[in-house]
């Protein structure tokens, strides 16, 4: 695949790296970049090459958020046009909470506006100490309407509310107090990552993964009650007959690795 303002690294194992390449503009979002996302996105939603994806951006910055110049001609679109453009990138950070398979932001520099969306939206988020974070948009008489869902959802109501009216850039320090982070790093501890978090993703069933990742979504918040219960029984009855799982339970009673697992290795 060819693109402007993206690159993607597959780097073995079936570890891909989506880097947000727009270095001019500080890795910044632009209509090209969004629809080139949603582009790749699609591709490694079915590829077997792909069962761990990393979103990261080149050079020392993450994103930091709305490219100016895109910005700017969206005050010559008419409402009809701006919506278009804003589902445009909705429709991106609900591919990235989608995607099937899991998900990893590892952030390795300032992360900005809809850059933010791109962090909750994901299933892991690692960062550099030096990074620093901002919902800017109250600064340019914007509200974050777009990322806001999948920021309440990790940080709650208060903590969102507090960030989003004042524009405060803090730092990764507190991104992690407050669940917007999983943990920061040195960007030279990569390594560590991948024997540690990502091996242990690359050791987990494919299909497994894909199911939770849906299951839990289906059953997020709702009552735990008697129809709750019954899917979660019918659930749990239809992954045991699957092949994935009966090869796991095979290789457990033989004692060797399931051949997913060796794939990995």
């Known amino acids: 695949m060819s693109f402007k303002n993206l690159k993607l690294d597959y780097t073995g194992q ?107 939206a994901s299933d892991f988020s690692i960062s550099t100490k030096k990074s620093k974070f901002c919902f800017s948009e109250v600064k340019l008489g914007l509200i974050p309407a777009m990322i806001a869902p999948y920021i309440l959802r990790i940080i709650g109501y208060k903590t969102t509310k507090q960030l989003f009216l004042t524009g405060e850039v803090f730092n990764a320090q507190k991104a992690l107090s407050i669940g917007l982070l999983d943990d920061i790093i040195n960007i030279r501890d990569y390594e560590k990552i991948k024997s540690s978090l990502i091996n242990d993703l690359l050791n987990g069933a494919p299909l497994a993964q894909r199911n939770i990742k849906i299951f839990l979504k289906n059953i997020n918040y709702r009552k735990i009650d008697n129809q709750l219960i019954n899917e979660t029984a019918e659930t749990i009855s239809k992954i045991r007959v699957s092949k994935e799982a009966q090869e796991g339970l095979e290789a457990f009673l033989e004692k060797r690795k399931p051949k997913w697992k060796n794939n990995a290795s």
């Open 14 to 120: 079936g570890i891909v790296k989506l880097i947000f390449s727009n270095p001019k503009s500080k890795n910044a979002f632009n209509s090209t970049m969004i629809m080139e996302i949603k582009d790749a996105l699609k591709t490694l939603d079915k590829s077997n090459k792909c069962k761990v994806l990393i979103f990261t951006g080149e050079g020392d910055v993450f994103s930091s958020g709305a490219d100016l110049a895109w910005m700017k001609e969206s005050k010559n679109l008419s409402f009809d046009e701006n919506k278009k453009e804003a589902r445009s990138f909705t429709n991106m950070l609900s591919a990235i909470d989608n995607f099937s398979k899991p998900t990893i932001s590892l952030v390795n520099g300032h992360a900005f506006g809809g850059a933010l969306g791109v962090i909750a």
